[in-house]
């Protein structure tokens, strides 16, 4: 069974960081894209950051362009995101995303972690 599970969430002031991390655990055979997403209080989840399976492109939502940093680590099957000047327009849950393909599928599956979350006080 494949899982996502993030973590580093947290509490923080106006202009401080975080780091959010995702782990993808289970019968894994291979990770292509990875993306976080964010979901405001009474509003639909929205994409915050995508990499893809090299880690060698990314693509940002305007809105945290140049104050987030997304990254990967394919040998330990890890996502992050680095959060920096944060707003309290970023609070929210954070979900990771990732395409997988277990081991026994020739298919790739999106998969959702449970969520993590970052609050931001002004």
């Known amino acids: 069974q494949v899982q996502l599970v993030e973590s580093g969430g947290g509490s923080v002031q106006a202009g401080g960081s975080l780091r959010l991390s995702c782990v993808a655990t289970g019968n894994i055979g291979d990770i292509n894209s990875m993306a976080w997403y964010h979901q405001a209080p009474g509003t639909e989840r929205a994409l915050v950051a995508h990499?893809?399976?090299?880690?060698?492109?990314?693509k940002y939502a305007d809105s945290v362009r140049v104050r987030f940093v997304i990254s990967r680590d394919n040998a330990k099957k890890m996502v992050y995101l680095q959060m920096d000047s944060l707003k309290p327009e970023d609070t929210g849950v954070y979900y990771c995303?990732?395409?997988?393909?277990?081991?026994?599928?020739?298919?790739?599956?999106?998969?959702w972690g449970q969520g993590t979350q970052v609050t931001v006080s002004s």
């Open positions: 990499v893809t399976s090299s880690g060698a492109t990314t």
């Open positions: 995303n990732a395409a997988i393909k277990a081991h026994s599928s020739p298919y790739y599956t999106g998969y």
